[in-house]
């Protein structure tokens, strides 16, 4: 399920061209169902409320994914020269788990106190 649709994402303020945003807002979306455990998209079905703040993270989370790709960057690079050749690498600095986590977060804030534990992990 498409958490967001792009007019709705455009009324966000939203940038991204209508082609990319399909592919971004589909991992997206997929971010939201893991998170979620597959609760998100069954409860979002029948809480309007709940939808809405599920459409906002994830186009929140689509610009994110924007901004990782514009940004090109070598995943868990620290530093690239410009000559091409020389690459330095920091562990922990993956991009990609960056963005992950900043996503959540977008996704833990856009749902405010969770009245219906789509973030629930199991544990007190």
């Not at 998100?40 to 599920?54: I, K, P, S, T």
């Not at 091409?84 to 959540?104: D, I, K, P, Y």
């Amino acid at each position: 399920m498409l958490y967001c649709t792009y007019d709705e994402y455009q009324a966000a303020g939203g940038t991204v061209p209508e082609a990319a945003f399909g592919v971004l807002c589909s991992r997206a979306s997929r971010l939201i169902d893991s998170a979620t455990f597959g609760r998100a998209e069954a409860h979002a079905a029948g809480c309007e409320d709940c939808r809405q703040m599920l459409a906002d993270a994830c186009a929140q989370i689509v610009d994110l994914f924007a901004a990782q790709a514009a940004v090109g960057a070598v995943p868990g690079a620290a530093s690239v020269s410009n000559d091409g050749w020389s690459v330095s690498f920091s562990a922990n600095s993956s991009l990609s788990a960056a963005v992950r986590t900043e996503a959540w977060h977008v996704l833990e804030t856009a749902l405010g106190a969770d009245p219906h534990g789509l973030l629930y992990r199991g544990c007190f």
